[in-house]
């Protein structure tokens, strides 16, 4: 079956507790991307990837980091959380961007920084 | 920076009444247009697309959107909603390799 998987998919930290979201398809995408979901705010990519080795800053990337080493994974790195970064994430892959162009989600992970 | 815009951030219909939320966004180019459904505590699955060709695109489960490139909007339509239509609403624009949403519309339907 085709599909994103993430992991955790709930996760309670405290400030500054490093953690790291995986985040792997299964369906060959050249492109994936991290969102974070946030009451009145909708959907803000946080992070894109072309292709292995290749990453981008989305709108909001202050506080995240990635890596791309594998066509499959794309993690999404929080060196030294904090309160601020309680969201719930959203990891999507898309066969690349305007053909076809659509993005694939995963389940999401909600993380609370306390 | 592309923004999205959707105008209703809350709509409540009864069953079988018809249902029309907005999206507009800011970029002048080239763009593909997606409609993102999220159901309560789910992923959010595609409704539908627009990427070139005929402006009115059809999707699933009844719905379809019109793209009006003179308005800059792609509004999503639905002539018969049902209950299970209750879900959250995203509107997104691709432009080259962002993808850039709307901050969503919550639609209660009352059966």
């Known amino acids: 079956e085709a599909q994103v998987t993430q992991n955790p998919r709930y996760l309670i930290t405290v400030t500054g507790k490093k953690l790291t979201v995986t985040c792997s398809q299964n369906m060959n995408h050249e492109y994936m991307s991290w969102y974070r979901q946030d009451p009145g705010l909708g959907l803000r990519q946080i992070y894109y990837?072309?292709?292995?080795?290749?990453?981008d800053k989305g709108d909001v990337p202050e506080g995240y980091k990635v890596s791309r080493k594998e066509k499959r994974n794309f993690p999404l790195i929080l060196e030294s959380p904090s309160p601020n970064q309680t969201s719930l994430y959203f990891c999507?892959?898309?066969?690349?961007?305007?053909?076809?162009?659509?993005?694939?989600f995963g389940e999401g992970s909600r993380l609370t920084v306390l | 920076a592309q923004s999205v815009s959707q105008h209703n951030h809350h709509v409540i219909l009864s069953e079988a009444a018809s249902l029309e939320l907005g999206c507009n966004y800011s970029?002048?180019?080239?763009?593909?247009l997606f409609w993102y459904v999220q159901y309560p505590g789910q992923h959010l699955q595609l409704l539908l697309k627009y990427f070139s060709g005929d402006p009115l695109v059809k999707g699933i489960k009844g719905f379809e959107a019109e793209f009006i490139k003179s308005k800059f909007s792609f509004n999503l339509r639905k002539p018969s909603v049902q209950w299970s239509d209750t879900a959250e609403y995203f509107c997104?624009?691709?432009?080259?390799?962002?993808?850039?949403f709307g901050t969503g519309t919550s639609l209660t339907v009352i059966p």
């Open positions: 997104a624009v691709n432009t080259g390799n962002q993808f850039y």
């Open positions: 970029y002048g180019g080239t763009v593909n």
């Open positions: 990837s072309m292709n292995v080795e290749v990453t």
């Open positions: 999507a892959s898309s066969l690349r961007p305007g053909v076809p162009g659509e993005l694939f």
